[in-house]
């Protein structure tokens, strides 16, 4: 199986006591998910974040309805946590968030190592796009939320989205 990574990084000019919250409520992955994946968390809430949690959702992927459910495997407030798919449109999918206080800010970090039905060549027609415009997205709500400008990004920040 092979495992494709994903590295994507965001300063936000307010303090990690202000931005681990917002990761913290599960319920502000639909705020950050794009419209198109149709994306519904269906875990009754409140969702008591803590390793060994459980978060099951609904999207629409190209148009088909699937479930989804992760695990968070690793959650260190207010400096990382980890989610992984036990169930879902990937073969694999290990999503690590981490959260550095940085020139009077915080650079949030996000890496994936996923793996796909298809290898290589599904990845490189289907699913590495529609993974790069939901991180697009992701970085633009974030953005929006924190208000934020596209100026406002230190010169050292990484640009936009990197696979490898």
Known sequence: MRVFHLEAELWLPVPRSDVFPFFADAGNLEQIT???LKFEITTPRPIAMKAGALIDYRI????LPMRWRTEISVWAPP????DRQLKGP???WVHEHTFDERDGGTLCTDR???AVLGG???ERLFVRRDVRRIFEHRTAALRKHFHVSD???PAWV???ITFR
């Open 60 to 63: 629409s992927l190209r148009g």
């Open 34 to 36: 794009p419209p198109w």
């Open 120 to 122: 290589a060549l599904i």
């Open 151 to 153: 100026q406002s990004q």
């Open 90 to 92: 990937y073969r694999q």
């Open 158 to 160: 990484k640009p936009g």
């Open 112 to 114: 994936v190592d996923y």
């Open 79 to 82: 400096y990382r946590f980890v």
